[in-house]
C-alpha cells in the first residue's frame, strides 16, 4: 500500500518511508492511499496477534512487511484490559500497563520496533528529536532506550511537568539525551522544528521526530480498540461505543480508522478540557486553532489538534458529514475535580484527570438516556498525575510497579537555554 499527503503535494511513499519521515515534505500529514475496507474480523488470541491481522493491509508490499509479527510482539507486550465500572454497562479499557503508565506506550513502542529495522544496516545513528510536556517524551524514551542505531534527545520546559514525568525523562541515560530547556513547551518545539529544518545540520547528523503525526504511532494504536471490541463481541454479542479523551485527536482517530476497517465500535465520541475547539467546531462554528490553555488534564492542552487534517482527509472535506459523524463535549477543571472525587467516594474507583474527562461525557450521555455496552478510554495510571488525584480522593495513589521501576534509577537532564544553538551543540555532541 502507498501513503500520501493530505496536502497532495508530494510524493507517494511506502509505509516505510512514511514512517521514517513522520511528516511528508508538503508540510501534510500521511495517510493511506485508500483505507483498506472493511471485512469481517475475528479477536487474535492477544492483543500482539489481533494487531497484526488488522494492520497487514498497511503493510502489503513493504520491507517491513515479514517483520509485522514480531514488530507487533515486541510492541504489544503488555495487556491492555476492558474492565466493567461499577455504574451498569459501562467499562474502561486499561491502556496504561506499559513502562511508562500512559497510551503513549503503545505507539512509541511500535514506532521504535520499526525504525530500529529500518536502520539495521545504517552506517550513522538517527536522531530522534522529541519535544515533550510530559508523557510523549518518557514513552518515546523507554521505547528507544538502547536500540541500536537510534538515539533520542528529548526537550522539556524547565519546572513545567511534574517531578514525576521530569524523573521519567531523565532515569534512562545511555542513548537517551534529556534538556530541559528554560523557556515553555512552544519554545521546545519551535528548536525542534528548527533542527528539522536544518539542512546542513542533517547532513551530520540524520534526524526524524517521534509525534503524534507520526503514523508508527497511529497505525498500532487501531490495535487496542480492535482487540477490546473483539473480544467484546464474541463474548457478549454486543458491540461497544467510546468515549476517548482528545488532545492532538491521535488516540481517537485510530479508533475511527479501527471502525472503518470493520472493528465493531458503534459510536465514538471525543472529550476534551477547556481546550475547545474541536467541541465548538463539532457544534458548528469554524475550525479555530488557537493557544492552548492549561488545565488539570494537562496532556491534552492542545489548542491546535495535530491530527484534525487527518480528519478532515477521511470524511473527503465534507465538514458537515464530518459534524455529524462525532459528538463532542469539553470538561472544565471543576468538573475534572468533581468527579475524580465522586466516583472514588461513592464506587471507589480512582481516575487520571484525563480518564475522567470521558468518564463525565459517559455519565452525561447516561444522563440522556444513552443505552448499549460503553467504555472510555483510560489513558494513564492516576499514580502518573498523583498530585492532582491524592488530594481529591484523600488518599495516596499506588504506583505501578514498572513506573516505581522508572523511578527508582537516578535521574539526569542537561539545562540548556531556549537556543537553537545549545540544541544543536547538543545533537552534534552525541
Ligand atoms: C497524549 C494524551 C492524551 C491525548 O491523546 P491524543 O492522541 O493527543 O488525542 C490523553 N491522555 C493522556 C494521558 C495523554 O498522555
Known amino acids: 500500500m502507498n501513503f500520501i499527503s493530505t496536502r497532495h503535494a508530494s510524493p507517494p511513499a ?46 502489503e508490499g513493504d520491507t517491513l512487511a515479514p517483520e509485522l509479527a514480531a514488530i ?9 484490559p476492558l474492565r466493567p465500572l461499577a455504574t451498569p454497562g459501562d467499562h474502561v479499557l486499561e491502556l ?44 518515546v524514551a523507554a521505547a528507544f532506550h538502547r536500540q541500536p542505531g537510534l538515539r533520542v534527545v528529548v526537550l522539556y520546559p524547565d519546572g513545567r511537568v511534574s517531578p514525576r514525568q521530569a524523573h521519567q525523562l531523565g532515569c534512562f541515560g545511555d542513548n537517551i539525551t534529556a534538556l530541559r530547556v528554560a523557556g515553555s513547551f512552544d519554545d521546545c518545539q519551535a528548536l525542534v522544528k528548527q533542527a528539522l529544518n536544518d539542512a ?4 551530520q547528523a540524520p534526524l526524524s521526530s517521534a ?3 507520526s503514523l508508527g504511532r497511529l497505525l498500532p494504536q487501531m490495535s487496542y480498540y480492535a482487540h477490546a471490541a473483539l473480544s467484546h463481541r464474541a463474548r457478549t454479542g454486543q458491540s461497544l461505543n467510546f468515549v476517548i479523551p482528545t ?86 477543571d471543576a468538573a475534572i475535580r468533581e468527579v475524580i472525587a465522586r466516583r ?4 471507589g474507583e480512582v481516575h487520571c484527570p484525563h480518564t475522567a474527562t470521558a468518564v463525565k461525557v459517559l ?29 481529591l480522593i484523600g488518599r495516596e495513589v499506588e504506583i505501578p510497579p514498572a513506573l516505581a521501576d522508572l523511578l527508582a534509577r537516578p535521574a539526569h537532564a542537561d539545562p540548556v537555554p531556549a537556543e537553537y544553538a545549545a540544541l544543536r551543540h547538543a545533537i552534534l555532541a552525541g
Open 14 to 59: 511506502t509505509l516505510s518511508q512514511a514512517i521514517a519521515a513522520g511528516l511528508a515534505p508538503d508540510g501534510g500529514l500521511y495517510v493511506p492511499e485508500t483505507l483498506p475496507a472493511a471485512r469481517v474480523l475475528a479477536p487474535g488470541r492477544d492483543m500482539a496477534g489481533t494487531a497484526a491481522a488488522l494492520l497487514l493491509p498497511f503493510f
Open 72 to 80: 507487533c510482539r515486541e510492541a504489544f507486550d503488555f495487556p491492555a
Open 96 to 139: 496504561f500497563h506499559g513502562p511508562t503508565a500512559a497510551f503513549k506506550d503503545v505507539g512509541a513502542r511500535f514506532l521504535a520496533a520499526s525504525l530500529a529495522r529500518l536502520r539495521r544496516d545504517a552506517a550513522t545513528p538517527l536522531t530522534i528529536l522529541v519535544a515533550t510536556s510530559g508523557d510523549t517524551g518518557a514513552a
Open 200 to 203: 546542513g545540520l542533517q547532513q
Open 211 to 213: 509525534n503524534s503525526i
Open 247 to 332: 488532545g492532538n485527536l491521535g488516540n481517537a482517530l485510530a479508533a475511527i480508522f479501527a471502525r472503518a476497517l470493520g472493528v465493531p465500535l458503534e459510536r465514538i465520541v471525543l472529550a476534551t478540557n477547556a481546550n475547545r475547539v474541536l467541541p465548538e467546531f463539532f457544534a458548528g462554528a469554524g475550525y479555530t486553532p488557537r493557544a492552548s490553555v492549561a488545565t488539570l488534564a494537562n496532556a491534552m492542552d492542545v489548542g491546535a489538534p495535530s491530527n484534525f487534517e487527518r480528519l478532515r482527509w477521511l470524511f473527503g472535506g465534507d465538514d458537515t458529514a464530518l459534524r455529524n459523524a462525532f459528538p463532542s463535549a469539553s470538561v472544565d
Open 344 to 347: 472514588y467516594r461513592e464506587y
Open 363 to 391: 455519565e452525561d450521555l447516561r444522563a440522556q438516556g444513552e443505552t448499549g455496552d460503553w467504555a472510555v478510554a483510560a489513558t494513564a495510571h492516576p499514580a502518573k498525575f498523583e498530585s492532582v488525584v491524592e488530594p
